[in-house]
């Protein structure tokens, strides 16, 4: 028992994660001691398993010009809008750059001052007092559609968001891109898919009263009727507000900032230079092709830089200050306590055969275009951010020739 852990792969892995994600020792401790509770562990031991393992937070190996290159790279694409500290979790990930947040501070201080600079105002203006009340982790969960890239009257680009965030915690829970965001099954599919994964129920949601949320809000008024546990009854358990009201806008803004206003311009380009036709059907679904997998991609980098951030302390909050990732999984140490309600096999059965949720299609495109488009592009979720609108131009070439091949194939 003393030396089986040097070849524990599931320890190694999450020591590698924590460390990556720049958590620090004394919560690395706290998931040590939950979830490898076979191992004694003190901050000691923990500094002598991660040297064991190779595990650094800082790499004396890496060169100032390696980082100057990767922040470099990022700032002629998606991340020129991104914080020091989501960029410095980026070059972590993508670049397997293992240097300190100082350093990537001054990288980006070096090499685009102002840029840095109006994004540190852009922060400080945005914040605002918080006044919400929570019990603990899914006391509350906040979810809303996020319809910016669709353009005007949200129909001119396939690409809707939808999302999930804890209301006590800010831990975004789940993210969606998709090419609607308006159908009420889908909305419940996605729902449903993160209740049976967690199998806990929040006691409460908080959604719009759009159309879009009607399966969805069922669903949690019947699954909360069900469990015995549940101290909440059915018709308090879905709480409707304004989507402005909803916390989970306020994280929105800070996506749009950060990230989408890059993806913007591009989209933009492609409409005003008439290269891209929203009434074509081939070219939405090339569109939705391209960018669906480059935008889940950095989407993803940048929840789990929001996750695995320290949100400071506000004026008049009520809300714990920390990482939000830390404050859901351990709520005890904020004086909070872990909400919701688990939800059986049984349970989950029952609510997706009456909701029909699991008839949702699985693909966004069809499964010819799917075809057809992946043989000329393979692996598009590998596109560079700042060449997706040559990936959209050269698969929309190659795809007229084909279907004029075809046609001419026909005739003769």
């Given at each position: ?19 990556c ?122 979810l ?6 669709m353009?005007y ?26 090419t ?15 209740i049976?994964?967690?199998?806990k ?52 803004r ?43 991609r ?10 695995t ?69 393979p ?27 075809n ?6």
């Open positions: 028992m003393e030396t089986d852990w040097k070849t524990n792969d599931d320890l190694r892995l999450e020591l590698e994660r924590y460390v994600e720049s958590t620090p020792r004394k919560l690395i401790l706290q998931y040590m001691e939950r979830d490898f509770s076979e191992y004694q562990l003190s901050l000691r031991t923990l500094s002598r398993r991660l040297k064991h393992f190779s595990l650094k937070y800082v790499d004396d190996d890496v060169t100032q010009s390696e980082v100057s290159e990767a922040i470099g790279k990022e700032l002629i694409g998606a991340g020129k809008d991104l914080g020091y500290r989501a960029m410095h979790r980026k070059i972590r990930d993508i670049y397997g750059l293992n240097v300190s947040r100082d350093t990537v501070y001054t990288t980006m201080k070096e090499l685009n001052p102002q840029g840095l600079k109006s994004r540190q105002l852009e922060s400080k203006h945005q914040r605002s007092n918080d006044h919400l009340f929570s019990k603990g982790p899914n006391w509350v969960h906040s809303d559609g996020h319809c910016i890239l353009g009257q949200r129909s001119t680009f396939p690409l809707a968001v939808y999302g999930c965030i804890d209301t006590c915690s800010r831990k975004l829970l789940w993210l969606r891109i998709w609607d965001n308006a159908d009420p099954k889908l909305i419940g599919k996605w729902y449903f898919d993160h049976y994964i967690s199998r129920i929040a006691s409460m949601i908080r959604v719009g009263r759009g159309s879009e949320t009607g399966i969805m809000a069922t669903m949690q008024a019947y699954i909360t009727n069900n469990i015995e546990a549940s101290s909440i009854s059915p018709m308090e358990s879905v709480i409707y507000r304004k989507s402005t009201s909803n916390q989970i806008e306020r994280w929105w800070e996506l749009h900032e950060r990230l989408e206003k890059y993806f913007k311009e591009q989209l933009r380009y492609l409409k005003d230079h008439g290269l891209y036709d929203p009434q074509n059907v081939m070219d939405r679904h090339i569109l939705a092709f391209v960018y669906i997998p480059v935008l889940e950095e989407m993803k980098n940048f929840v789990d830089s929001w996750n951030h320290r949100i400071r302390r506000q004026k008049d909050s009520l809300l714990p200050n920390g990482v939000p990732k830390h404050i859901f999984d351990f709520p005890e140490n904020y004086g909070l306590e872990q909400c919701g309600s688990y939800v059986s096999d049984e349970i989950l059965k029952k609510a997706a055969e009456m909701s029909g949720v699991l008839s949702v299609p699985s693909d966004y495109l069809p499964a010819q275009v799917r075809k057809m488009l992946t043989e000329i592009l692996n598009s979720e590998e596109t560079e951010t700042h060449k997706c609108v040559d990936a959209f131009l050269f698969v929309q070439k190659e795809t007229k020739r084909i279907i004029n091949e046609i001419s194939t026909k005739l003769l």
